[in-house]
């Protein structure tokens, strides 16, 4: 997956999951497999600079049930393991890890995406 393309949905609402479905589709089967690692595939071709407003939307995106968890456990990896992506405060970067791997930080719920909703809007 681009940067680029992140950047759009953030910004644009540009469709995303059509280009990364297969991705996503490999990732989530490998995150089945206990032990196994998961495959992020990312092409860095612009810096990306993160803010709370964006992680907001992606979990609003989860909560209408526009993402699985899975993307935004793909697209936190990719935040958090990205050497162009910068974020607008190390607080943000430390949450944005949380939504990452499920087996470190636990599964994604309705109420953890609230919660996180709820910590960078105050």
């Known amino acids: 997956m681009k940067l680029s393309l992140l950047k759009n949905f953030f910004s644009n609402d540009a469709p995303i999951i059509p280009t990364i479905k297969t991705e996503v589709a490999y990732y989530t089967k490998q995150s089945l497999k206990k032990g196994s690692t998961m495959p992020v595939i990312v092409t860095e071709d612009i810096d990306l600079f993160v803010e709370s407003k964006d992680i907001s939307k992606l979990c609003r995106a989860y909560i209408d049930g526009n993402f699985s968890e899975h ?3 793909y ?3 990719i935040m ?3 050497e162009r992506v910068t974020f607008e405060s190390e607080e943000l970067q430390e949450l944005v890890v949380t939504l990452t791997d499920p087996e470190i930080n636990g599964e994604l719920t309705l109420e953890i995406a609230l919660d996180v909703i709820d910590i960078l809007e105050k």
């Open 75 to 77: 697209l936190s990896d």
């Open 71 to 73: 993307y935004i456990y």
């Open 80 to 82: 958090t393991m990205s």
